[in-house]
């Protein structure tokens, strides 16, 4: 046996976290976030942490180096025959070709590349009507998961707000530099046939199932 990984890409709003829960709870693919690894490492202090925080305050990349450093040390610590799921990696083509060499090396395989599509219009509607609570931070829709009383939170009467990225004008900035930053390893993977769109406009449910037909295939398929 050994290690194979889907690479999940998905623009803001496309509901990438929700999907990534679902795939956690019902397969044995391990949740491999960069954004999630940097931020404890920088919580913990660690060397990693120290040098990639400066960019992460920027809102910048992390230096490509810095981010192979964190999967080698993640791969080197997992089973022979563990499935991965990245996410939010690779966001170069750097990355990309890095970790094609890493897998290489260690004889793993990338099974494919999910790539979560939404309309700009399905975006707005999901992330303009997202409301916050300022007091426990749950999380209510102005459609589709309102709170009992308008403005006010259900568990603890905490007020609402909206979050200041999502806005309109935050929104589609966020998602112009998603589609500039992924073109590139977009590209890269569907010229290697990698590629597998998803409509995750559909209800969630419906999106989900679908990964995980996927990547049930995936995981009748010997190594
Ligand atoms: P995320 O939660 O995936 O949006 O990541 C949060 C931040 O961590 C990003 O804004 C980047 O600064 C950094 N980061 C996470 N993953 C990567 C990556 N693969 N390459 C470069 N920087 C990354």
């Known amino acids: 046996m050994s290690p194979r990984a889907v690479i999940l890409i998905g623009a803001p709003g496309a509901g990438k976290g929700t999907m990534a829960e ?66 939010g990696f690779p966001r170069t083509l750097p990355q990309a070709a890095s970790l094609d ?20 219009a399905v975006v707005l509607q999901r992330l303009t009507g997202r409301r916050v609570c300022r007091a426990c931070g749950a999380v209510y829709h102005l459609t589709n998961i309102p709170p009992r009383t308008p403005g006010r939170c259900d568990q603890c009467g905490g007020e609402l707000y909206q979050r200041d990225d999502d806005r309109e004008a935050t929104i589609l900035n966020r998602l112009d ?6 073109a590139d ?14 409509d995750a406009s559909a209800p969630r449910e419906a999106t989900i199932a679908a990964l995980l037909a996927q990547l049930r295939r995936y995981l009748e398929t010997p190594a």
């Open 22 to 87: 679902a795939i956690r709870t019902a397969t044995p693919y391990a949740h491999v976030s960069t954004g999630d690894m940097l931020r404890e490492a920088v919580k913990t202090g660690a060397p990693i942490g120290r040098e990639a925080a400066p960019f992460m305050q920027r809102g910048e990349l992390v230096p490509d180096a810095v981010i192979m450093r964190l999967i080698a040390a993640r791969l080197e610590g997992g089973a022979p025959d563990s499935r991965y799921l990245f996410d």
């Open 101 to 120: 060499a890493v897998f290489a090396q260690r004889g793993a395989r990338l099974d494919g590349v999910f790539l979560l599509e939404t309309p700009t």
């Open 177 to 182: 530099v998603f589609q500039r930053q992924t």
């Open 185 to 198: 390893v977009i590209a890269y993977y569907e010229r290697r046939g990698l590629l597998a769109r998803f």
